[in-house]
């Protein structure tokens, strides 16, 4: 009786441990939203049920120079149609375009801090919300701009009315690699912008919005011990990446996939993502010659950016967000592949 005792003892432990290393965390999950008015149709209302959506992160506004140049200003506020659905919470993002603080001094950059707080406040009550519990910042910075957003976050941080508000702010691969000259943001959490990676400008074949490859340079190795909580942003987005004479002439909104596959538009160059124009293109202003590169995201693509992040977080809770919430976008992403994605984390 005593032997079963001390078996029964031995096993239950065991078993314990086998099932909680078995239990895998389920991450909050969500969307970016990047349009200027807020609407939803019912493929993105289904999109967000489907995934079982949290937070919708909705850029209010950015913030770059005026015309002339000389003062950095709130350009392209979003304007809302209809209230974000109370079964998600709304998260405020403001994009800084890093090139407004060469020419700023702290009082200027306090000065933008206080315009920012009444605008973004102003905006939530017209998404039909009564609060937010977090602001994130979306900044590209760099070296020289570094200490002056960093200044921006920190100052935030301080005025009374986001005092029970958390200040986020994206970060890039290069920013997490390259610590030494990025910094690390003045902030709690981070998110992860895992797109974007590859030179955009560079005429050839490859696909700038994400590979493997610069991935895995970026952040093998580094990203475990980046000292921050930390979410995951997603790449759903296709685009066309246009260049004449192999120089980049910038990314066409009037082209489309069925464009690109009619041969009498376009000649496409085998085993890659490259499409030559074979006569004008007046609806587009493109010239017969110029080259088109095909960029998309497929499945494959994220599940294998899935599975690496799983490996490098180590079982760390974190959101995973997709961007972005769009009719278009998501046409090209079923819930099956979403829940799959959000499954192999």
Same mark, same amino acid.
């Given at each position: 009786?005593?032997? =079963? &005792?001390?078996?029964?003892? %031995?096993?239950?432990? +065991?078993?314990? #441990?086998?099932?909680?290393?078995?239990? $895998?965390?389920?991450?909050?999950?969500?969307?970016?939203?990047?349009?200027?008015?807020?609407?939803?149709?019912?493929?993105?209302?289904?999109?967000?049920?489907?995934?079982?959506?949290?937070?919708?992160?909705?850029?209010?506004?950015?913030?770059?120079?005026?015309?002339?140049?000389?003062?950095?200003?709130?350009?392209?506020?979003?304007?809302?149609?209809?209230?974000?659905?109370?079964?998600?919470?709304?998260?405020?993002?403001?994009?800084?375009?890093?090139?407004?603080?060469?020419?700023?001094?702290?009082?200027?950059?306090?000065?933008?801090?206080?315009?920012?707080?009444?605008?973004?406040?102003?905006?939530?009550?017209?998404?039909?919300?009564?609060?937010?519990?977090?602001?994130?910042?979306?900044?590209?910075?760099? =070296? &020289?701009?570094?200490?002056? %957003?960093?200044?921006? +976050?920190?100052? #935030?941080?301080?005025?009374?009315?986001? $005092?029970?508000?958390?200040?986020?702010?994206?970060?890039?691969?290069?920013?997490?690699?390259?610590?030494?000259?990025?910094?690390?943001?003045?902030?709690?959490?981070?998110?992860?912008?895992?797109?974007?990676?590859?030179?955009?400008?560079?005429?050839?074949?490859?696909?700038?919005?994400?590979?493997?490859?610069?991935?895995?340079?970026?952040?093998?190795?580094?990203?475990?011990?980046?000292?921050?909580?930390?979410?995951?942003?997603?790449?759903?987005?296709?685009?066309?990446?246009?260049?004449?004479?192999?120089?980049?002439?910038?990314?066409?909104?009037?082209?489309?996939?069925?464009?690109?596959?009619?041969?009498?538009?376009?000649?496409?160059?085998?085993?890659?993502?490259?499409?030559?124009?074979?006569?004008?293109?007046?609806?587009?202003?493109?010239?017969?010659?110029?080259?088109?590169?095909?960029?998309?995201?497929?499945?494959?693509?994220?599940?294998?950016?899935?599975?690496?992040?799983?490996?490098?977080?180590?079982?760390?809770?974190?959101?995973?967000?997709?961007?972005?919430?769009?009719?278009?976008?998501?046409?090209?992403?079923?819930?099956?592949?979403?829940?799959?994605?959000?499954?192999?984390?």
């Amino acid at each position: 009786m005593l032997r =079963k &005792t001390q078996l029964f003892l %031995f096993l239950v432990p +065991l078993s314990l #441990l086998f099932l909680s290393s078995c239990t $895998k965390t389920k991450h909050e999950t969500g969307f970016y939203f990047w349009k200027t008015v807020f609407q939803l149709d019912t493929i993105e209302n289904r999109a967000l049920k489907e995934i079982e959506a949290k937070s919708v992160y909705v850029r209010i506004i950015d913030i770059d120079f005026d015309p002339s140049g000389v003062q950095a200003v709130p350009i392209s506020p979003i304007t809302f149609t209809q209230p974000v659905p109370k079964e998600q919470q709304l998260i405020p993002v403001v994009f800084v375009n890093q090139r407004i603080f060469a020419e700023m001094d702290s009082l200027q950059i306090r000065g933008l801090a206080n315009k920012i707080v009444p605008f973004v406040t102003a905006k939530i009550q017209q998404a039909g919300k009564d609060k937010f519990t977090e602001l994130q910042l979306d900044c590209d910075w760099t =070296k &020289t701009s570094r200490d002056k %957003f960093f200044y921006l +976050l920190t100052y #935030l941080q301080e005025l009374p009315a986001l $005092k029970e508000i958390m200040v986020s702010s994206t970060l890039r691969l290069h920013q997490v690699k390259n610590t030494v000259t990025s910094g690390i943001p003045p902030v709690k959490k981070v998110m992860l912008m895992c797109y974007n990676m590859g030179n955009l400008r560079q005429f050839g074949n490859q696909n700038s919005i994400l590979n493997q490859q610069d991935l895995r340079t970026y952040l093998s190795g580094t990203l475990r011990n980046y000292p921050m909580e930390m979410d995951i942003a997603l790449p759903l987005f296709q685009w066309f990446v246009v260049f004449r004479n192999n120089n980049y002439i910038g990314i066409s909104k009037h082209i489309n996939e069925e464009d690109i596959k009619d041969t009498s538009l376009f000649t496409h160059n085998p085993n890659t993502n490259l499409y030559i124009l074979s006569k004008d293109l007046s609806k587009a202003n493109l010239k017969k010659g110029d080259v088109i590169r095909f960029e998309s995201i497929n499945q494959e693509d994220l599940l294998q950016t899935a599975k690496f992040l799983r490996g490098e977080l180590k079982g760390k809770e974190h959101r995973i967000i997709f961007y972005h919430l769009d009719q278009a976008t998501l046409a090209n992403h079923g819930a099956a592949e979403l829940q799959k994605i959000i499954a192999a984390f």
